[in-house]
């Protein structure tokens, strides 16, 4: 059962390889995120796939699409924790994984990620808030069609 379902993956990720190169505007797409440290070819197919907007959308609009983006939870007078939730459920799982390969190789993500640690936020918390300048950096670079730069990334 397990090798028939490696077979199964194997043939699912060469058919969105392989409609990824069909179009060359997925194509240059996939190119600029996976020259992003912390996007591979898995995290690119599904931006690709799931998200059509990238590069088109402001920040704000995008992170929302993708759950990222922190939701109040006020009624009158109180005030109570910001929350994330609602979105594309397969985009943020997958750039929670891409953010814990950032952390460790994308320096820009990295000193991010120390900044938010080291003013007190809990990890979990600031794991959510690289996934969200992941997916703004990803935004911005389609948009821009360019690739990634380390020295552009360093005043990010």
Request: some cysteine; aromatic content about 4%; charged content about 25%.
């Amino acid at each position: 059962m397990i090798t028939f379902i490696n077979r199964q993956m194997t043939g699912i990720e060469n058919e969105i390889l392989r409609i990824i190169a069909s179009c060359s505007v997925r194509k240059r797409k996939a190119k600029i995120l996976k020259s992003i440290p912390g996007i591979g070819p898995v995290i690119s197919g599904v931006l690709i796939s799931q998200m059509p907007e990238l590069g088109q959308i402001g920040r704000k609009q995008i992170a929302a699409l993708a759950g990222l983006a922190p939701f109040n939870r006020d009624s009158g007078r109180t005030r109570g924790r910001r929350h994330i939730y609602g979105g594309r459920a397969a985009v943020r799982c997958q750039l929670h994984m891409g953010v814990l390969s950032a952390i460790r190789y994308n320096s820009a993500i990295k000193k991010f990620y120390k900044r938010l640690i080291e003013a007190g936020k809990i990890p979990k918390v600031a794991m959510v808030a690289c996934a969200r300048k992941l997916l703004v950096i990803a935004n911005t670079m389609i948009k821009n069609n360019t690739l990634w730069r380390e020295n552009d990334a360093k005043n990010a």
